[in-house]
């Protein structure tokens, strides 16, 4: 097992190097140079103020090198300084990331417990009222654009039944309150933004829960089991579901990056500060180390949730840890 | 035929295909259908609710909302169309070279999808658009430069599963050339899921698209597109709820008919073989 995931580690790699490159060459994409900005807006910037800022971003040379020194220093977690208010890049996401991990996390548990249990039912109940009502749910539940269901909720449980907050994460007097009031208050800001998150997510995983499951009920050790008399329950909840759960796993880690640029939207309508909402406001004041800097660290927090997923399916399945 | 016989999936076909052609009608045909100019400000009329006069409503400045939505209808086609068009032939072109070139070259091109699919792609277009002025143009482009990769996998796994067979050796040992095989051997009979894969990629890109236009990252105004009047609806949100329903519905509805007809045309070439 540890050689297995010391071999994935490596593997990552050169994944890694690939994703700075392109990040490295989005930003390069720019007509004129990364600096301009800074100064393009105020004409008093003197042209020995641009050579300056050139010499500091080491604009002044070869982009290979330049490549080399900014991957050298992200190694460091040393993302540079924010143009719009001269914090560090690092700072800045850091302290945020608890806050996007964290409705990533509820998401991701909340598309697990009602995703798998619905299409497990589904695919034992084939053809009934509940698996077309589910089959309906996904229909819906991948063609609802994030923001508009966010706007129809927000009109209907913050403004019309006026029970919901609809911006923040915490209420003003949140400083005041109790542990449990505190928990609950925090609980009330999420619902909505967790359970728009999940919606797609949730859509998803239900219908290749009910593929595999439908594949698997019908394989031959399922049969086999039937014929050693065991109970229904074992059958499918420790036969069945179990392999029908390995491709599961593995587009868990796949739909990460969509989780990730999701948090964008939600973080922006809900008003959330955690990474979407920053990089939202990156882009919208074009702060180009930040950009980078979240681009790069979201890639890597994708990699990761993808070595994750990969050590869980070797967990659940011998048959990837022991080939090659 | 055998093909109209699966009712259910031709269903999914036959229901997908009529929104889809309502919808292209309606993008075609917005300047007559209308009764509006999309951008024709009435101050003494904003905010007005479903009428007689204007059918689903009015916004914030007096347009009329349902011309602004079947003139948002061509932008979120035309976006869907050219973006698909890109991402379809990157994937064709990749992963038809991948599949049948094999060897270093089939590891290094995966390697590099791989890296593609790790990417938060949203975050990757918000970077590009940072960059590059937000504009229709600029959208389609980046939507299809970044949503190749599903194809270039699906289409690559179709000539590994192809080039083995004996039509393709028949055809190498007439001498014919490497490119002639591809395209006229291998990528005809990968037609099916190349098919699929676009339909679906359209509905994505339209979602991309008015996701964009929703952060004011994408279709910039005035030019009217389902995204850029939802953003006027967070604005009004409880007052004008015309203004959240419709455009969104518009979205729902066309991504709902590109997904019913990739799932029925699935089933449909999977009976097919």
Sequence with gaps: ?324 | MKIFRNIYNNKLVFFGSIIILLLVFIAIFAPWLSRYDPSDIDLNNILAGPSFKNILGTDSLGRDLLSRIMFGAKVSLKVGFIAVGISTIIGIFIGSIAGFFGRWLDSLLMRFVDLMLCFPTFFLILSVIAILEPSITNIMIIIGLTSWMGIARIVRSQVLSLKEREFIQAAKVIGASNARIIIRHLLPNALGPIIVSAVLGMAYAILVESSLSFLGLGVQPPTPSWGNILIEAKATLGIAWWLTLFPGLAIFITILGFDILGEGLRNWFKNYE
Excluded: C
């Excluded at chain 1, 010391?6 to 392109?22: E, M």
């Excluded at chain 1, 060459?25 to 050579?51: C, M, W, Y």
């Excluded at chain 1, 859509?203 to 039937?226: D, N, P, T, W």
């Excluded at chain 1, 050590?311 to 090659?324: F, K, L």
């Design chain 1, 1 to 324: 097992m540890i050689q297995y995931i010391v071999r994935r580690l490596f593997s990552l790699i050169p994944l890694f190097v690939g994703i700075t490159l392109i990040s490295f060459f989005v930003i390069h994409l720019a007509p004129g140079k990364p600096s301009s900005l800074q100064t393009d807006l105020n004409p008093k910037v003197s042209l020995e103020v641009r050579e300056r800022l050139a010499k500091v971003y080491g604009l002044d040379k070869p982009l290979i090198v330049q490549y080399k020194n900014w991957f050298l220093r992200l190694v460091r977690f040393d993302f540079g300084r924010s143009f719009l208010d001269d914090r560090l890049v690092w700072d800045k996401i850091k302290e945020r990331i608890p806050i996007t991990l964290g409705i990533n996390l509820l998401s991701l548990l909340l598309i697990l417990i009602v995703g798998i249990p619905l299409g497990v039912n589904a695919a034992l109940k084939s053809g009934s009222f509940f698996d077309k009502a589910t089959t309906v749910f996904v229909f819906f539940g991948f063609a609802m654009p994030t923001f508009w269901l966010a706007l129809l909720l927000m009109n209907l449980f913050g403004i019309n039944l006026q029970i919901l907050p609809i911006s923040g994460i915490k209420s003003i007097d949140f400083e005041f309150m109790n542990l449990a009031q505190k928990i609950a208050d925090l609980g009330r800001h999420l619902i909505l933004p967790v359970f728009v998150s999940a919606v797609g997510g949730l859509a998803g995983i239900s219908r290749y829960m009910r593929q595999g499951m439908l594949e698997v009920k019908l394989s031959e050790f399922v049969l086999a089991a039937r014929a050693r008399g065991l109970p229904e329950r074992v059958i499918i909840y420790n036969h069945a579901l179990r392999n029908a759960l390995i491709p599961i796993i593995t587009i868990l880690g796949l739909s990460l990056p969509g989780l990730f640029g999701g948090s964008v939207i939600f973080e922006t309508i809900f008003a959330i500060p955690g990474l979407g909402r920053l990089f939202f406001e990156a882009v919208m004041s074009r702060d180009y180390p930040l950009i980078m800097g979240e681009l790069v660290l979201g890639s890597i927090l994708t990699l990761l949730g993808n070595l994750i997923a990969d050590i869980a399916n070797a967990y659940v399945d011998p048959r990837i840890r022991y080939s090659r």
